[in-house]
């Protein structure tokens, strides 16, 4: 198995970014307001502190909780902030692109099998691309009846640390990733949020 860094290493974050284009600059992008909650969501809308999430289907394996306001990531800031041909399918941002939430299901090949492999990879390949990095937790984790790779830890980017969490899992024989990512100055009122919604993740085959 070899796993692309550019996709799943989204920490680059830099303050001074572009915000994000007007609602609608994307196609199918838009202000979530739950209004792209599936009828039939497993998910229940929630408040984290002073944050409400609503459930949305980011990708057809996946349904999660998403801050109301959040929109799509623009062209433009998509460019910026994951440079390369292996950007996420998918990045929901607040408005000043400060906190991220990226989705892919790539086409690298994986089984259930083969989760502590996937493991050891992801880690040893973090671990090479940000050697200085602070890790808070690398390990293994049940949820939702599925099996997920996680990984947190701050990185430095361009001006700022930044805390990242992911998580992978196999998905129709495919490896899906989730990340988030805040600046380092908003993790106080971002991370237990963070938390929030990748622990919301339900992964369907």
Same mark, same amino acid.
């Given at each position: 198995m070899r796993y692309l860094i550019a996709? #799943? #290493?989204?920490?680059?974050?830099?303050?001074?970014?572009? @915000?994000?284009?007007? !609602? +609608? &600059?994307?196609? +199918?992008?838009?202000?979530? +307001?739950?209004?792209?909650?599936?009828?039939?969501?497993?998910? *229940? !809308?929630?408040?984290? +502190?002073?944050?409400? #999430?609503?459930?949305?289907?980011?990708?057809?394996? #996946?349904?999660?909780?998403?801050?109301? &306001?959040?929109?799509?990531?623009?062209?433009?800031?998509?460019?910026? @902030? $994951? !440079?390369?041909?292996?950007?996420?399918?998918?990045? $929901?941002?607040?408005?000043?692109?400060?906190?991220?939430?990226?989705?892919?299901?790539?086409?690298?090949?994986?089984?259930?099998? *083969? %989760? *502590?492999? %996937?493991?050891q990879q992801l880690d040893n390949s973090?671990? *090479?691309?940000? !050697?200085n990095a602070r890790w808070m937790f690398s390990g293994r984790w049940h949820h939702h009846g599925r099996e997920w790779v996680q990984l947190e830890f701050q990185s430095q980017a361009i001006d700022t640390t930044v805390h990242n969490m992911m998580i992978a899992t196999p998905v129709e024989g495919r490896i899906l990733i989730v990340s988030f990512n805040c600046t380092d100055e908003l993790s106080g009122e971002w991370l237990g949020v963070g938390r929030e919604i990748i622990g919301s993740s339900i992964a369907n085959e």
């Amino acid at each position: 198995m070899r796993y692309l860094i550019a996709i #799943l #290493l989204c920490v680059v974050v830099s303050s001074g970014c572009q @915000k994000p284009a007007a !609602p +609608g &600059g994307n196609a +199918g992008a838009g202000s979530n +307001g739950g209004a792209g909650a599936a009828s039939a969501s497993q998910l *229940q !809308p929630r408040t984290v +502190g002073n944050i409400s #999430l609503s459930p949305i289907r980011v990708l057809p394996a #996946l349904e999660i909780l998403i801050p109301d &306001g959040f929109s799509e990531m623009d062209d433009d800031m998509m460019r910026s @902030k $994951y !440079p390369g041909p292996n950007s996420p399918a998918v990045v $929901y941002t607040n408005e000043a692109g400060s906190v991220n939430i990226a989705f892919n299901h790539t086409q690298d090949r994986a089984s259930p099998s *083969q %989760l *502590q492999q %996937l493991h050891q990879q992801l880690d040893n390949s973090i671990r *090479q691309a940000q !050697p200085n990095a602070r890790w808070m937790f690398s390990g293994r984790w049940h949820h939702h009846g599925r099996e997920w790779v996680q990984l947190e830890f701050q990185s430095q980017a361009i001006d700022t640390t930044v805390h990242n969490m992911m998580i992978a899992t196999p998905v129709e024989g495919r490896i899906l990733i989730v990340s988030f990512n805040c600046t380092d100055e908003l993790s106080g009122e971002w991370l237990g949020v963070g938390r929030e919604i990748i622990g919301s993740s339900i992964a369907n085959e």
